[in-house]
């Protein structure tokens, strides 16, 4: 199974910038789909960003022109790249990994989450 481990959370000010990283182990990384997903106190866990092992990427609407995923296949990285920010993506972020986008599976993969908290 991959194990993944995200980094680069923390506290910024509305229309500030962070940038996630989720670091992958697992020989299968650049075959497969990642995705980030973040999940508000007292609500669901969302879809935010998913990217496909050929880097064709998506977005949900709310965040679209404000952030930015990408994966780098020789470090079995991807990143998440957030501008912009708003009091509303305060969340903790989750790095997935798909065993079959877009199936889900009891083989995907999730990070710990980082804490991100949007605040003046």
């Known amino acids: 199974q991959v194990q993944l481990v995200e980094s680069g959370g923390g506290l910024v000010q509305p229309g500030g910038s962070l940038r996630l990283s989720c670091a992958a182990s697992?020989?299968?990384?650049?075959?497969?789909?990642m995705g980030w997903y973040r999940q508000a106190p007292g609500k669901q866990r969302e879809l935010v960003a998913h990217?496909?092992?050929?880097?064709?990427?998506n977005y949900r609407d709310s965040v679209k022109g404000r952030f930015t995923i990408s994966r780098d296949n020789a470090k079995n990285t991807v990143d998440l790249q957030m501008n912009s920010l708003k009091l509303e993506d305060t969340a903790v972020y989750y790095c997935?990994?798909?065993?079959?986008?877009?199936?889900?599976?009891?083989?995907?993969?999730w990070g710990q989450g980082t804490q991100v908290i949007v605040s003046s």
């Open positions: 997935r990994w798909y065993y079959s986008w877009p199936v889900p599976s009891r083989y995907d993969s």
């Open positions: 697992g020989s299968t990384f650049s075959i497969n789909a």
């Open positions: 990217i496909s092992s050929g880097g064709d990427t």
